[in-house]
């Protein structure tokens, strides 16, 4: 290091003991049904940064939701969650997301079926893979039944339209009354009982 770097860096050094060090951020994604409730789930655990609607999985570039709702893309509606591990760690966030959803329903979430709207957990290389098995083991070991739920390697994620992102908190009429009429809600309490949305500040 040079003396002019030196310093530089003094006062930093001499405020917090130590050299600056950039905030390491992780990434999940997550599908969950409606990616429109997969946020509204996830902004409210602490140590999540940001949380974007998508659509991943799929062989189409640049896919619109119309084309992924009508099937054959398949893409999957997810969610790309950053969050900060020194906060919340990845596995607390894999055992959120399994309460948070019906992992025992293969064809669709609630009122909303089809290939599009099915559970899935994005893995980025063997670490987070290890961790999805495990985390799918226990809730499966919960339930008593096997999950429906794949793991896959992270494939592209391709952002969803503006008027989808955090649109829980743009329309929360509209928002509010989908979830209650689709069920998702009365479902997860039905298939977690006690459990359902553990790990999820305000819903538990």
Known sequence: MSR????????????????????????????????????????????????VSGYTGGSLANPTYEQVSAGGTGHYEAVRIRFD?????????LSAFFRSVDPLD?????CDRGASYRTAIFVAGPEQKAKADAAK???AAVLG???????????PFYPAEDYHQNYYDKNPVRYAYYRWSCGRDARINAVW?????????GKH
């Open 193 to 201: 009982g006690k459990d359902a949305f553990a790990g999820i500040p």
């Open 137 to 139: 083991a226990k809730a």
């Open 106 to 110: 293969a064809d669709g979430q609630f």
């Open 4 to 51: 002019l770097a030196t310093l530089l860096l003094l006062p930093l050094l001499l405020v917090s003991g130590a050299p600056a060090r950039a905030q390491t951020t992780e990434t999940a994604i997550f599908a969950g049904g409606c990616f429109w409730c997969v946020e509204s789930d996830f902004d409210r655990i602490p140590g999540v940064l940001e949380t």
């Open 85 to 93: 591990p020194a906060r919340v760690s990845y596995e607390a966030l």
């Open 145 to 155: 039944s096997r999950l429906a739920t794949p793991i896959l390697p992270a494939a």
